[in-house]
């Protein structure tokens, strides 16, 4: 069970982060697909998927997110993720390149906190 939630997550996780740099090319180029109704709709069910796969992973590990500090970074990451994302895809045009940039960046850290189980996620063990 545990496995296949896991591969659900992963999988959702992958669609989640090419979707997002799809849909950006897209809308950059400005191609008709973008007025589409499914190209608003489909990632709402990634993302769906996605919860579903991650609160599961938190009810059959019997993890407690509010005792989780890498699981916080991982919602700090999430959080920044959506609105970037949310900004390259709709925010002003001067700002859309910056803004993906900045998506990409916190699915990355994201991701590396999820393997590392670390808050700092690529720079824990770092010494500054």
Known sequence: MLVSLKAIHVAAVVISG????LRYAIVQAEMPI???RGFRVIPHGVDTL???SAIGLLF???IDPLHTPWLAAKLAG???YIVAGALALRGPARFR???IVCAMAAFGYIVTVAITKQPLGPFAGVNI
């Not at 090419?18 to 740099?21: A, N, R, S, V, Y």
């Open 18 to 21: 090419l979707g997002l740099l």
């Open 34 to 36: 973008a007025k589409w």
């Open 50 to 52: 996605l919860l579903a």
């Open 60 to 62: 059959v590990g019997r």
């Open 78 to 80: 999430l959080t920044l």
């Open 97 to 99: 390149t910056l803004a």
